[in-house]
């Protein structure tokens, strides 16, 4: 199996960028397909954006798209979610995910992901 753990995350003000990182262990990361998640206080954890195996299929929530970037690097066993223009609305726990049944293609839906992160909290001030 594959161990995950976020990084990145941090107060930042309202317009800032962050760049989260998903360091993957115990398993090459080139075997799973990679999703990002948060969950705001109260609220259900979210999908963000995923991305297969290779990088060539990426997909985004629409309430991230333009301001958020998922990208990977397979040679570091590493994930990432550049964040632009971040609002309080984006304050969450932030979390990556794996999936490892059908890496060349991308799901939103949670509960296809085997592998989760213990998350990174981003909180974001007005």
């Known amino acids: 199996q594959v161990q995950l753990a976020e990084s990145g995350g941090g107060l930042v003000q309202a317009g800032d960028s962050l760049r989260l990182s998903c360091a993957a262990s115990?398993?090459?990361?080139?075997?799973?397909?990679m999703g990002w998640f948060r969950q705001a206080p109260g609220k259900e954890r979210e999908f963000l954006a995923a991305?297969?195996?290779?990088?060539?299929?990426?997909y985004y929530a629409d309430s991230v798209k333009g301001r958020f970037t998922i990208s990977r690097d397979n040679a570091k066993n590493t994930v990432y979610l550049q964040m632009n223009r971040l609002t309080p609305e984006d304050t969450a726990v932030y979390y990556c995910?794996?999936?490892?049944?059908?890496?060349?293609?991308?799901?939103?839906?949670?509960?296809?992901?085997?592998?989760w992160g213990q998350g990174t909290q981003v909180t974001v001030s007005s």
């Open positions: 991305i297969n195996w290779s990088g060539s299929n990426i």
């Open positions: 115990g398993r090459t990361l080139s075997n799973y397909a």
């Open positions: 995910a794996a999936e490892g049944t059908v890496i060349v293609a991308v799901t939103t839906d949670q509960d296809e992901y085997d592998y």
